[in-house]
């Protein structure tokens, strides 16, 4: 994993714009990594791909994050000031094959993985259906006492201990802030989704940098690798006297 240069970044930009959040990420992540590395990205569990994920935001645009979330009690918005350090989990290695067995149910499963949510396509952002429809790609096996079950006949609660299992397996994927009101005073947890996070952050500096670029070349004919191969104070300088 390497830094981006802005050139980098904007076709990473580029090629994200249309595409899902997770075949977005994947073009973030791919501008900065080798030919093998960046084969194996798609196959990477969830927190894996967070994982990497901070690791790039915090060479792209340095290790602190600013955000807002707004209390669900009186809807009074909150400032967050975020490191990425306070993120990141340590990185481990979950087993290819997890199991649980409860209820006479013997369940063996694998982590879902970036091309799982990949192979859903848009159902991948509907809350609803969507854990079976993972569970069907990531179980491996499925038995009540001696006789094989298909996924679609596993009860409620044993659906929900798989996800429990896969969720403590890989907690990097499912990251929650814990918040307390300034005004209220209530406490509550909320998600931290670092792909849409540094996603909003790109769109913001592509569009900022765009325009420096099109305000130079207008004023000064130079081209924009000439531009943005700039140190981002010395554009800012000549932008300043544009403005004298």
Known sequence: MRKLSPDEMLQAWERGSDRS??????????????????GHLSELPLGARDSRLLDLRERTFGPEMTALAACPGCRTQIELRLNVADLRLPEREAPAI??????????????????????????ASEAAGIQRQL??????????????????????????????????????????????????????QEPFDIESFFWM?????????????HQLAAAYGWSEGEILKMHPRRRGLYLSLMEE
């Open 21 to 38: 959040p997770f075949d977005r990420s994947l073009a973030l992540l791919r501008c900065a990594c080798d030919d093998q590395e960046a």
């Open 98 to 123: 997890l199991a649980i067995s409860e209820q006479d149910y013997s369940i063996e499963f694998r982590l879902p993985r970036v091309s799982d949510f990949l192979a859903l396509g848009d159902a």
């Open 201 to 213: 952050e790109m769109q913001a500096w592509a569009m900022r940098t765009l325009r420096e670029v």
């Open 135 to 188: 569970l069907s790609r990531c179980v491996l096996s499925a038995r009540l006492s001696d006789h094989a079950v298909e996924v679609e006949e596993l009860p409620a609660e044993i659906v929900s201990r798989v996800a429990g299992a896969m969720a403590a397996a890989d907690p990097q994927a499912e990251t929650e802030l814990s918040l307390k009101c300034v005004e209220c005073g209530l406490e509550w």
